[in-house]
Each structure stands twice: as C-alpha cells, then as structure tokens.
C-alpha cells in the first residue's frame, strides 16, 4: 500500500507557471506507474499524464501538451507535475495516482492523494 501526498499548488496568473510535487510513503514506490488527473468545478475528473516506473515513458491529454511535463524521482519517492503556459481553463484540483498499468483511465489506478487546488486567474 503507498500514501499519497500532494503539494504545490496555488493561485497563478495565466502564463504563469507551477510545479507540483507527490510525495509517495513506503519502499516501493519505484514500482507503481504514477500519474496526475484533475477535476475542474462541475466537472468529471480527467487524466493529465502518467509515467512509468523508470520514468522514460511519458504520455499526456491533449489539453496539457507541451505545456505540462510529468517526471519523477524514486530516489525521494516524489513525482512532480512542471505546469507552464497556464491558462484559466488548467483551473482544478489535482490528484496524483499510483497504479500498475500504463494507462489513463481512473480505473486502472489503486491509490490516490487528496489533491492540491490550482487556480489561474485570467
């Protein structure tokens, strides 16, 4: 079982950037896939990005693409989302995930963190 905290976000003006950072508790986090989603007010919660274990395969939405940069390090058991170019619309709450599957359906990932609110004001 792995713990999932988030940190990081914030209120940012659009064009502005932030990171944010998932710290896993445990010794295995080197073995779970890892990935952030969002949920915007009113809205269902989608997928972001995901990376694999070793962290060479990335894959991301449509909507975040080449603004938004997934990685990680297993040596501090933290995997960070790096959001540039952000627009009022990146507006949400995000989560990251742990899991076994290399994928972006909610389904396939059996741990959660509470989430951090990001909001960008316009």
């Known amino acids: 079982q792995v713990q999932l905290v988030e940190s990081g976000g914030g209120l940012v003006q659009a064009g502005g950037s932030l990171r944010l950072s998932c710290l896993a508790s445990g010794r295995t986090f080197s073995s779970y896939i890892m990935g952030w989603f969002r949920q915007a007010p009113g809205k269902e919660r989608e997928f972001v990005a995901v990376i694999t274990r070793g962290g060479a395969s990335t894959y991301y939405a449509d909507t975040v693409k080449g603004r938004f940069t997934i990685s990680r390090d297993n040596g501090k058991n933290t995997v960070y989302l790096q959001m540039n170019s952000l627009k009022p619309e990146d507006t949400a709450v995000y989560s990251c995930?742990?899991?076994?599957?290399?994928?972006?359906?909610?389904?396939?990932?059996?741990?959660w963190g509470q989430g951090t609110q990001v909001t960008v004001s316009s």
């Open positions: 995930a742990a899991g076994s599957n290399y994928g972006s359906r909610q389904e396939e990932y059996a741990y």
